[in-house]
């Protein structure tokens, strides 16, 4: 199948869980994935959407497909769900291990151009490219029926991947996304890092710029944020950045900003609000109302 070596599966919500490895060029090391896939994709009777969820820092593939409550909702409308890891791993590339803002963990779905970065840490390619390649040809989905969403970092990655990508998402949406990472600690210090001292080169990964300038397709994009996050309070998230931005581009960019009294940074916020994501994902996805 592909490359691809099957580590686990499971059964879960009228469907399976399963993990996957495969040797990556994008990366140049294995990667690893989990795909749930509904009962109808695994036996072939229908070609279902596809939904790619991109993880925040420290995390790996697992984190939100255990902790994120998104099985039942996915399964309740035959979406395949796609959960990468968040950055290479073992590839020996030095300091990627010394510090959990870079390296392992924090790929920030760049491509690198900088050493010692480059040749591995090239996340935007990886998911972009090689991963939904790979998924496309390897299992029962729909590539032209494709979504994508995202927490924090992820947030960053599946906005950046959407609007520097016109058409190819039907919808993209976010928990408490970087959303002007040119202008945060998280994103000036990755960025230095993987791309280089010229921060003309940085807009293209930054979602609050690349907004401004759509002109793609009509793009639908929710954005979830709780008021006690302290990422939010420190302004590494910025959120209202994405909404001005938004205003300036409004015949294209139809965005649901929505600021949650009371919850934080966690996976129990995503929790709380992962039905609504996915319900908005059901709608472009199947034409769901």
């Not at 991109?54 to 399964?75: H, P, Q, R, Y």
């Not at 408490?176 to 993987?194: E, L, M, N, V």
């Not at 300038?213 to 793009?219: F, R, T, W």
Request: aromatic share 12%; proline share 4%.
């Amino acid at each position: 199948m592909s490359g691809l070596e099957l580590v686990s599966k499971n059964r879960c919500f009228s469907g399976e869980v399963r993990k996957y490895t495969h040797a990556s060029a994008a990366t140049n090391c294995k990667m690893t994935f989990n795909i749930f896939l509904p009962d109808v994709a695994i036996s072939g009777k229908e070609k279902v959407p596809v939904l790619y969820y991109l993880s925040g820092l420290t995390c790996n593939e697992d984190n939100m497909i255990t902790k994120g409550g998104a099985i039942s909702f996915v399964s309740q409308h035959r979406i395949a769900l796609v959960t990468p890891d968040t950055s290479p791993r073992g590839a020996g590339v030095e300091g990627e291990e010394g510090d959990w803002e870079l390296g392992t963990g924090a790929g920030f779905y760049v491509d690198a151009t900088e050493e010692p970065w480059k040749t591995n840490y090239n996340m935007y390619s990886y998911v972009q490219l090689e991963l939904q390649q790979l998924v496309n040809e390897s299992f029962s989905v729909d590539c032209a029926r494709t979504s994508i969403f995202g927490h924090s970092m992820g947030g960053h990655g599946a906005l950046v991947l959407a609007l520097r990508n016109p058409g190819h998402y039907k919808s993209v949406s976010a928990f408490a996304p970087i959303c002007h990472p040119t202008t945060s600690d998280w994103g000036r210090k990755q960025f230095s890092a993987y791309l280089g001292s010229n921060e003309s080169d940085w807009v293209e990964y930054d979602a609050t710029e690349l907004l401004k300038v759509y002109d793609g397709p009509e793009l639908s994009i929710l954005v979830d944020q709780g008021d006690a996050d302290q990422f939010y309070s420190s302004k590494q998230l910025q959120p209202s950045h994405l909404v001005v931005a938004a205003e300036c581009n409004k015949r294209l960019i139809k965005l649901e900003s929505r600021m949650q009294p009371g919850y934080d940074h966690s996976y129990w916020f995503i929790q709380t609000f992962m039905e609504d994501h996915i319900s908005f994902h059901a709608k472009k996805l199947r034409n769901e109302n």
